[in-house]
């Protein structure tokens, strides 16, 4: 890595997500578009209440009177410029967009993380794609979230490559293979978590939208996922993301049914 490319803990939170969220080779989102820019749109509440931007006052997101520089700025002034507040899962609704997912993709493509690569049909630009460039960075916030949770990480590239064929059931692979050729003691043993370390702000609010966003287990397969849960109680961004990704779920199941 060079030394203009930013450390993991330089990088914000939309970023952090984003990069963990995309496949390193391809450059394609490694869950359904909706639930990336759903959560992308939990990050940056997530985001601007670390930096001391917004608050959740009672129901609400408000926006504090002071807040430092920050590269959600725009953002910022749209939460400032409402005549009334918002429940958090509103500003999550409204924050979720391509617009918002291009901005933070050719931020961390400035700065060397990933790479713009626009693919033609016809002789036209119709998508593009951010493949990791830099691995650092990656490799960083992955090592954070182990400590935290006192998990291997998942092998080297993107989550899904290292994810069992079926990517929707919980770990049942190699961890639990292991577990029972260990014989009768391993049953009896509770999972050990010697790594394990408390972490601090932004790595337990990446854990709750990583979490939300159904990604944690993919990329670090042996975390402890009950201390995960902890980590990420009653979080209110992530609980936002929670409930917004339900409430899109829950209309797709409804709406095959409309023409039946």
């Not at 990088?11 to 496949?23: D, G, S, V, Y």
């Not at 713009?116 to 954070?144: C, I, M, N, Q, T």
């Amino acid at each position: 890595m060079n030394a203009e490319t930013p450390q993991a803990a330089e990088l914000n939170l939309p970023q952090a997500f984003l990069l963990l969220a995309t496949n390193d080779q391809d450059g394609k989102p490694e869950v359904p578009m909706f639930a990336l820019r759903t959560t992308l749109a939990g990050a940056i509440l997530a985001e601007l209440e670390l930096i001391g931007a917004i608050g959740l006052q009672g129901k609400h997101v408000r926006a504090t009177g002071t807040a430092p520089p920050t590269d959600l700025q725009h953002e910022l002034e749209l939460i400032r410029g409402k005549s009334r507040p918002h429940t958090p899962k509103r500003w999550v609704s409204m924050l979720e967009g391509r617009a918002e997912m291009q901005r933070v993709y050719e931020g961390m493509a400035a700065l060397g993380i990933v790479e713009h690569v626009g693919e033609k049909h016809l002789g036209v630009f119709r998508s593009v794609r951010y493949p990791e460039k830099d691995h650092a960075p990656e490799a960083a916030l992955l090592e954070k979230i182990q400590a935290a949770l006192g998990g291997a990480p998942a092998e080297a590239g993107s989550p899904s490559e290292s994810a069992t064929p079926d990517a929707g059931t919980p770990d049942t692979g190699a961890p639990a293979a292991a577990a029972a050729d260990a014989g009768p003691a391993a049953e009896t043993t509770a999972p050990a978590t010697p790594d394990a370390k408390a972490p601090d702000a932004r790595t337990t609010a990446l854990i709750a939208l990583l979490q939300a966003a159904g990604l944690l287990s993919k990329l670090v397969p042996a975390a402890d996922k009950i201390r995960a849960s902890e980590l990420a109680n009653d979080y209110w961004p992530s609980r936002a993301v929670e409930d917004e990704l339900r409430m899109i779920r829950l209309a797709e199941e409804e709406e095959p049914g409309i023409g039946a």
